[in-house]
T-cell receptor, first 111, second 115 residues
Framework: GQQLNQSPQSMFIQEGEDVSMNCTSS?????WLWYKQDPGEGPVLLIA?????ELTSNGRLTAQFGITRKDSFLNISASIPSDVGIYFC???????????FGSGTKLNVKP | NAGVMQNPRHLVRRRGQEARLRCSPM?????VYWYRQLPEEGLKFMVY????????ESGMPKERFSAEFPKEGPSILRIQQVVRGDSAAYFC?????????????FGDGTRLSIL
């Protein structure tokens, strides 16, 4: 299957700091999604991106679909304790018609 | 995660038994996807189904695993003769149409433990 490299694997930050994480691939993707997963629960969709260069915000979250279509990043501004969790990127290629998931970025926020 | 219902939330089986995991998609969704997640890892695609059809089962082991999505009722992921390595969280997702421009919405998963 396609490989999505998500980084960093984990982050320890102070409350109020900004956070940035990204996903890269050697392949082109048609859609990028960002999910957050809390312990014991399923992933919850945060942001969906459909066009190269697209920049979309959802509250304190901003995500971009890279111009090369091979990457995407997610920024969280002014982090708060409830931002703690694992963030996953997912990329879709039309010809394969399924999403490939990154291995996740585990975010820890110190109050 | 309101909408996609998975049950049971936790399932314990002994080696050699069968495990049946159920998924009811969101209302109006006719496409179901099953994923497997090991601790500290991402989601691995297993199978994609529409009503009464398996569209893509390329991520599902050829033996002991099967999936169905009947015309009526939930989608079922069935694991026969379970082994310790089957212990994982199994997530179901649904979408109203195929993947193109239709994000998947996930259930809260079934945590399968094999004794």
């Amino acid at each position: 299957g396609q490989q999505l490299n998500q980084s960093p694997q984990s982050m320890f930050i102070q409350e109020g700091e900004d956070v940035s994480m990204n996903c890269t691939s050697s392949s082109i993707f048609n859609t990028w999604l960002w999910y957050k997963q809390d312990p014991g629960e399923g992933p919850v969709l945060l942001i969906a991106l459909y066009k190269a260069g697209e920049l979309t915000s959802n509250g304190r979250l901003t995500a971009q679909f890279g111009i090369t279509r091979k990457d995407s990043f997610l920024n969280i501004s002014a982090s708060i304790p409830s931002d703690v969790g694992i963030y996953f990127c997912a990329g879709l290629q039309y010809n394969f018609n399924k999403f490939y998931f990154g291995s996740g970025t585990k975010l820890n926020v110190k109050p | 995660n309101a909408g996609v219902m998975q049950n049971p939330r936790h399932l314990v089986r002994r080696r050699g038994q069968e495990a049946r995991l159920r998924c009811s998609p969101m209302k109006g969704h006719s496409h179901v996807y099953w994923y497997r997640q090991l601790p500290e890892e991402g989601l691995k695609f297993m199978v994609y189904l529409q009503k009464e059809n398996i569209i893509d089962e390329s991520g599902m082991p050829k033996e002991r695993f099967s999936a169905e999505f009947p015309k009526e009722g939930p989608s079922i992921l069935r694991i026969q003769q379970v082994v310790r390595g089957d212990s994982a969280a199994y997530f179901c997702a649904s979408s109203p149409r195929d993947n193109r421009n239709q994000p998947q919405h996930f259930g809260d998963g079934t945590r399968l433990s094999i004794l």
